[in-house]
T-cell receptor, first 112, second 115 residues
């Protein structure tokens, strides 16, 4: 079983729609990252959070530690939001563990 | 804004050849990482490096792989004898702190193609 599961795997929506991408994890974590990967392959960090909610522009990330679940929301989606969105967690309950464990990504396509 | 850089952006090599992938982490960062992503698959951890030694490595990181920080600015990943299955995107990352709240910054990646 994967430690980090994302849903949906693929999502197509019309410009302006509200988008939600979900991430569930099975290990104890201290931090969760949302990352964006564009078609060229580069990875950009969007959020790092360990509790509650963070907002940056049209992006909102929430996490529920008890339920081991996080969501990434995009309001007023735009074609330039089209990318792969990746959830990754760090399990620092393991001594010295610095690595990120990644989900498989959600491919988002926003049509004009 | 400081960023992690990687060279080359694309490397094509023959099976059995050695390759060195280069990364320049953000200058005041102390923790360095290599990840890889085989086409169509998720990103996987390879190795983390701190204080001039490996702090953690995955089962992927076998004797064919090595890392080095040769001059205080570059951080390299060497694959001694490449295999077809080493074809992937390789990402370098760095962070300034250890512990729960450090953020890792990623480079743009090197696409390695082994023929």
């Amino acid at each position: 079983k994967n430690e980090v599961e994302q849903s949906p795997q693929n999502l197509t929506a019309q410009e302006g729609e509200f988008i939600t991408i979900n991430c569930s994890y099975s290990v104890g974590i201290s931090a969760l990252h949302w990352l964006q990967q564009h078609p060229g392959g580069g990875i950009v960090s969007l959020f790092m959070l360990s509790s509650g909610k963070k907002k940056h522009g049209r992006l909102i990330a929430t996490i529920n530690i008890q339920e081991k679940h996080s969501s990434l929301h995009i309001t007023a989606s735009h074609p330039r939001d089209s990318a792969v969105y990746i959830c990754a967690v760090r399990n620092t309950l393991i001594q010295g563990a610095q690595k990120l464990v990644f989900g498989q990504g959600t491919r988002l396509t926003i049509n004009p | 804004e400081p960023e992690v850089t990687q060279t080359p952006s694309h490397q094509v090599t023959q099976m059995g050849q050695e390759v060195i992938l280069r990364c320049v982490p953000i200058s005041n960062h102390l923790y360095f990482y290599w990840y890889r992503q085989i086409l169509g698959q998720k990103v996987e951890f390879l190795v983390s490096f701190y204080n001039n030694e490996i702090s953690e490595k995955s089962e992927i990181f076998d004797d064919q792989f090595s890392v080095e920080r040769p001059d205080g600015s570059n951080f390299t990943l060497k694959i001694r004898s490449t295999k077809l299955e080493d074809s992937a995107m390789y990402f370098c990352a760095s962070s300034s702190l250890s512990g729960a709240f450090n953020e890792q910054f990623f480079g743009p990646g090197t696409r390695l193609t082994v023929l």
